[in-house]
């Protein structure tokens, strides 16, 4: 399983970005994806996830209302829409996958742990 994140950068407060999270060498449908961030000092958190047929997705409260999490399955590729970006948003993003017969809560519990596929993470840093 191979997952590369991309879309990220640098935004002014109350901007906008679009991460994507492009996955190979699995069967997309059978895997929630989510998305992580940890930014310097801090632990890494869970941000969203959604699993494979796009019928549960999960937000932490933090981001509850301003990032949405879509999938495109023919691109085999998840996309965070991050909209009224603030300072403390600023991380590192990670998308990770796990798959199995579990729900989105279990995979994002998973993940959390550090099991599961990982990219290389993209760096989101929100000026004030």
């Known amino acids: 399983v191979q997952l590369v994140e991309s879309g990220g950068g640098l935004v002014q407060t109350g901007g906008s970005l679009r991460l994507s999270c492009s996955a190979s060498?699995?069967?997309?449908?059978?895997?929630?994806i989510g998305w992580f961030r940890q930014a310097p000092g801090k632990e890494r958190e869970g941000v969203s996830g959604?699993?494979?047929?796009?019928?549960?997705?999960y937000y932490a409260d933090s981001v509850k209302g301003r990032f949405t999490i879509s999938s495109d399955n023919a691109k085999s590729t998840v996309y965070l829409q991050m909209n009224s970006l603030k300072p403390e948003d600023t991380a590192v993003y990670y998308c990770?996958?796990?798959?199995?017969?579990?729900?989105?809560?279990?995979?994002?519990?998973?993940?959390?742990?550090?099991?599961?596929?990982w990219g290389q993470g993209t760096q989101v840093t929100v000026s004030s």
């Open positions: 060498g699995l069967t997309f449908e059978d895997y929630v």
């Open positions: 959604i699993n494979g047929s796009a019928s549960t997705t």
């Open positions: 990770a996958a796990v798959g199995g017969r579990i729900t989105t809560a279990q995979a994002m519990h998973l993940m959390a742990y550090g099991l599961g596929s």
